[in-house]
């Protein structure tokens, strides 16, 4: 069985095996977007965008997100460390919104603003899956996300405290933009989730 990585910058992993998140000069100018065939794309305005002038960029987005072959939103979302959190969520309510039209399922980036996450999970009941990738905080943050809802994705680094809550069907495996290959990182899970 192929090993799925849920999300990655890497844009030549092999099609059909990953999602691929476009970077930033497709979404400015989607006209760029050359799809391979089988391959799937996600598509969103990271939070690190929103500190200049994001408009383009949001236009971008929304054409492309409405391609067949791109069949997540994000990724999206908040970093307290950078840029404007009102931005950011301004930004977040435009994919959300994209996400339910579409159906399609949102991955998250998320630093240090779990609070404005949950409130807005809240807020919006959102029917399609969202999922923190690049999940890193501890168990009980995970048992928090988890109890209201959210699937989480786990990268290279983790707590594997956090990741031995997840059940099964709730958690996915993603190189991000890590340089290492999807079966190193679904190699730690493994080791990890086996662990006592
Ligand atoms: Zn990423």
Not at 4 to 12: A, E, K, M, Y
Request: hydrophobic share 45%.
């Amino acid at each position: 069985m192929k090993l799925f990585d849920f999300h990655t910058h890497w844009l030549s992993a092999p099609p059909g095996e990953a999602i691929v998140c476009l970077p930033r000069h497709v979404v400015e100018a989607p006209e760029e977007f050359l799809p391979q065939p089988g391959a799937l794309y996600s598509v969103g305005v990271h939070p690190w965008w929103t500190a200049d002038d994001c408009e383009r960029l949001l236009v971008g987005a929304e054409v492309l997100c409405r391609h067949r072959q791109v069949v997540a939103i994000g990724e999206v979302g908040f970093d307290r460390l950078r840029g404007s959190l009102e931005r950011q969520v301004d930004v977040f309510r435009k994919h959300a919104e994209w996400a339910e039209e579409l159906r399609k399922p949102l991955t998250i980036h998320c630093v240090r603003a779990f609070d404005v996450l949950l409130r807005l999970r809240a807020e919006l009941r959102p029917t399609v899956r969202w999922t923190v990738h690049g999940f890193r905080g501890k168990a009980s943050l995970a048992c928090q996300l988890l109890e209201a809802d959210f699937d989480l994705s786990f990268g290279p680094l983790f707590n594997a405290e956090a990741l031995k809550k997840v059940p099964e069907g709730r958690f996915h495996v993603e190189t991000d933009d890590s340089g290492l290959s999807i079966e190193e990182v679904w190699r730690r899970v493994a080791l990890a989730k086996n662990q006592r």
